[in-house]
T-cell receptor
Framework: GQQVKQSSPSLTVQEGGISILNCDYE??????FAWYKKYPDNSPTLLIS?????DKREDGRLTVFLNKSGKHFSLHITASQPEDTAVYLC????????????FGEGTKLTVSS | EAAVTQSPRSKVAVTGGKVTLSCHQT?????MYWYRQDTGHGLRLIHY???????EKGDIPDGYKASRPSQENFSLILELASLSQTAVYFC?????????????FGEGSRLIVV
């Protein structure tokens, strides 16, 4: 089964609004959680990541929230801009394991102006 | 300068033919991966390797082989290409550090099987 799931294939947000992207995982051994951004015809690049010893990490307009008991993590993008339009992929891994970064299906974010 | 390079970037193959996708990294990373991208499926792991001369099966290895002859090079081999293997393939390298397991991807190889 899918170990990392993004239930929303798409999301549309008005420019200036907050984009909230969600991700659920099954394996409670995962201790590393990441968000990658992918533009069409480009390769994915790491946006932000968090280890399981913290519940939240901020980096500029980006914040990752981790809810370990709920096996859920999310990415919040404040002051969303048209250039944020892309596919966002969540991913999870387990240090000390096989180093297999498992990705979700992706959410296509569209920021409309 | 790109640290993970893939070749070919694009290929049309015939059903039943053999296809080899190559990946070269200059990151000095131990881990290398092959993922395929399909609409609605995100990135799915095919094969990966954590040391030269050794490969591991990912989540969807059927129909694919992998080869890691050196730390820098990792190939994905389709011995008998099928229509269902039409996809974009991404190679990546990584290494665990204090911030986690960051993957660095190549530009992708678009494969069309006809």
């Amino acid at each position: 089964g899918q170990q990392v799931k993004q239930s929303s294939p798409s999301l549309t947000v008005q420019e200036g609004g907050i984009s909230i992207l969600n991700c659920d995982y099954e394996n409670d051994m995962f201790d590393y959680f990441a968000w990658y951004k992918k533009y069409p015809d480009n390769s994915p690049t790491l946006l932000i990541s968090v280890r399981s010893n913290v519940d939240k990490r901020e980096d500029g307009r980006l914040t990752v929230f981790l809810n370990k008991s709920g096996k859920h993590f999310s990415l919040h993008i404040t002051a969303s801009q048209p250039e944020d339009t892309a596919v966002y992929l969540c991913a999870a891994d387990r240090q000390g394991g096989s180093a297999k970064l498992i990705f979700g299906e992706g959410t296509k974010l569209t920021v409309s102006s | 300068e790109a640290a993970v390079t893939q070749s070919p970037r694009s290929k049309v193959a015939v059903t039943g033919g053999k296809v080899t996708l190559s990946c070269h990294q200059t990151n000095n990373h131990d881990y290398m991966y092959w993922y395929r991208q399909d609409t609605g499926h995100g990135l799915r792991l095919i094969h990966y390797s954590y040391v030269a001369d050794s490969t591991e099966k990912g989540d969807i290895p059927d129909g694919y082989k992998a080869s890691r002859p050196s730390q820098e090079n990792f190939s994905l081999i389709l011995e008998l290409a099928s229509l269902s293997q039409t996809a974009v393939y991404f190679c990546a390298s990584s290494e665990w550090d204090s911030s986690g397991n960051t993957l660095y991807f190549g530009e992708g190889s678009r494969l069309i099987v006809v």
